[in-house]
């Protein structure tokens, strides 16, 4: 006998429901009044809690596994099935919206519970990863790369600002980082789906709802930092200073340059620290945060190399010396063909307009896409506005991705050869 979804209500619909369970997940902050919830603080254990008790009511066994990602199983109709994987990320960056990565996670919820028991010919594990902004610990994907079986000694002994470790989190959080080899999926893949709001504007200008990702952005990130020579602001003549600050300052206008002249390249200093921070003394260190997109392996690899030379002669010419930290060498992915022709066929049946895009934000799809075949559906985000407190969206856009997610599962159903 068919079970009756327990995330409907009389006068709401699914997707308003959807909604409001990522705003009840907002409340677990680690600052009042804002959003912000990074790799295993204290209010991810609230977060599993609800998350736990949603999967449960949905039909699915619950497990947490030692990078602290939040697994939920909906058994197949038989033994020995593929499994069809549907996560998103549950931490966000400080002060952020409610829904990035989390509608992922809720919208996934969402759809296996409203199959009210019907087994399927594949199972379906809904992931909640832990990490994938690289707040903490400045580098992103803990979460997926546990579950593709990446992680490894140098990511576990990374620190935060406090030299704790990334082992260490995981111990405080009551884990065991020995284990983290378990996270590694070992049911046979049917493919890996991502639902996310877009971050962007495409959408929201073409006045559609959702998109179809084919390609995800490659991307570097690096820190650069000047060192030059302290001296008092009033006694040091101009041509005699070794100004860390003013060094970095003309790094960031050569890589807006960069990325102004280079087609489809984005790229982003987005932290200086000035040392010592003083307002009569002139920088000795100035240390900065390089974020470098493109869709394209050659022309990111290109821009990333024209960058470290012009970096280098500039702090020549000043008279600073300059070091250079990879923290992340992304390269950029392709959302598998078949997966994506299938997601495409449900969204047909859905009613919705077809659009292909590609994404220049980094996702756990990019990491899952090596190791099983991926997909991924953006839904709009109205005014283009994420990692912000006023990301929003639409209980219509929800309602087309809950549809589409639907006819996704009954194409893989019905069609051997899509899995």
């Known amino acids: 006998m068919a079970r009756r979804s327990q995330i409907t209500a009389p006068g709401g619909s699914v997707a308003a429901h959807v909604i409001e369970r990522c705003l009840a997940l907002a409340r677990h902050t680690e600052t009042e009044g804002t959003i912000t919830r990074t790799f295993l603080s204290e209010p991810m254990r609230r977060v599993h809690a609800d998350v736990e008790a949603w999967m449960t009511a949905a ?83 803990i979460g997926s790369r546990a579950l593709a079986g990446t992680v490894d000694e140098d990511l576990l002994g990374r620190v935060d600002a406090d030299g704790h470790s990334v082992a260490d989190a995981i111990r405080h959080f009551g884990l065991d980082p020995s284990a983290i080899g378990d996270a590694r999926y070992a049911a046979p893949a049917l493919g890996y789906l991502e639902f996310h709001i877009e971050q962007g504007p495409v959408l929201d200008h073409l006045g559609l709802s959702l998109g179809i990702v084919h390609a995800i952005a490659g991307q570097t990130r690096a820190d650069v930092t000047f060192t030059g020579s302290p001296g008092h602001a009033g ?107 299938t997601l495409t066929q449900a969204v047909r049946r859905c009613g919705a307009p077809m659009l292909q895009m590609s994404s220049g934000a980094g996702h756990d799809a990019m990491v899952m896409a090596p190791h099983m075949p991926t997909a991924m559906l953006f839904l709009r985000s109205p005014g283009g506005i994420s990692h912000h407190p006023d990301e929003a969206v639409r209980e219509e856009d929800v309602a087309a991705a809950l549809s589409a997610g639907r006819h996704f599962l009954d194409v893989l159903t019905e069609d051997p050869h899509a899995r």
């Open 235 to 341: 006694t040091t003549p101009m041509a005699a200073r070794a100004d860390a600050l003013a060094a970095a300052a003309e790094w960031v206008l050569q890589v807006e340059g960069e990325a102004t002249a280079t087609p489809g390249l984005v790229a982003t200093v987005g932290r200086l620290h000035a040392m010592p921070g003083a307002t009569n003394v002139i920088a000795g260190q100035c240390v900065t945060t390089l974020d470098i997109r493109h869709t394209d392996e050659t022309a990111l690899a290109e821009a990333v190399g024209r960058l470290q030379n012009s970096v280098y002669q500039m702090a020549t010419r000043r008279g600073v010396e300059v070091t250079w930290h990879t923290r992340l060498g992304q390269p950029p992915v392709q959302m598998t063909a078949s997966l994506v022709d």
């Open 59 to 141: 039909g699915m066994r619950t497990s947490i596994d030692a990078a602290g990602n939040i697994r939920g199983v909906y058994a197949a109709a038989t033994a020995q099935a593929p499994r069809l994987f549907i996560g998103s990320h549950l931490d966000t960056v400080p002060d952020a919206g409610a829904f990035d990565g989390i509608l992922g996670v809720v919208l996934a919820i969402a759809l296996v519970d409203s199959l009210g028991g019907r087994r399927l010919p594949f199972a379906i594990e809904v992931i909640g990863f832990s990490e994938e902004e690289g707040v903490r610990f400045g580098v992103p994907f």
